[in-house]
């Protein structure tokens, strides 16, 4: 193993992209929105498409396509207790894996992985299945989401419990 590999061959911007994947998760699970929210980059989008194979997402209907703005005003609705997702929101466990690297440069990393989160809530258990692209921006103050894309398997069919971030 040389200086640039770690996790067991694993390139070091793809080593420290998935160490990053894993850190958000735990910070959307713990409701930490204030903590993700600095996880963006300024012109970073949160999208959660519809059509599971678009990539036109401004020209596209989408769960969500937040740009800083819209990804503020979420979080204010999350965590006001005026939304009734808010008042009673699920409790989530996210698990993250099948990392695959679309991109990797010192720089930018865009990796794609499968997500599994199952929420909790009125004594029901709901899962939401999704295969995730990050785009991670490495800069001086650390790793940035510059965009995020969650196909969920079954985003054609009608979805409901969406009171959460993906």
């Known amino acids: 193993m040389n200086q640039h590999d770690t996790l067991q061959g694993i390139p ?6 998935i160490a990053f994947i894993w850190k958000e998760a735990e910070l959307l699970d713990k409701k930490d929105y204030a903590a993700w929210q600095a996880l963006w980059t300024e012109d970073g ?9 678009t990539t036109d997402y401004a020209a596209s209907l989408n769960y969500a396509y937040d740009n800083a703005h819209m990804r503020k005003i979420r979080i ?7 939304a009734m997702s808010a008042v009673d929101a699920a409790a989530t466990v996210r698990t993250v894996s099948r990392f695959v ?3 990797l440069s010192e720089e930018l990393v865009e990796i794609t992985s499968a997500q599994v989160l199952v929420s909790y809530k009125r004594q029901q258990h709901t899962m939401f299945v999704a295969n995730v692209t990050h ?9 940035k989401i510059e965009q995020k894309v969650i196909r969920l398997i079954n ?5 409901n419990a969406l009171g959460f971030l993906l």
């Open 45 to 53: 989008y949160y999208v959660v498409p519809i059509d599971p194979d």
């Open 101 to 103: 690297p679309v991109h």
């Open 76 to 82: 204010e609705r999350l965590t006001s207790g005026h």
């Open 135 to 143: 785009r991670l921006r490495f800069t001086p103050q650390g790793p």
């Open 12 to 17: 070091a911007p793809m080593a420290r992209a």
């Open 155 to 159: 985003s054609m069919d009608s979805l």
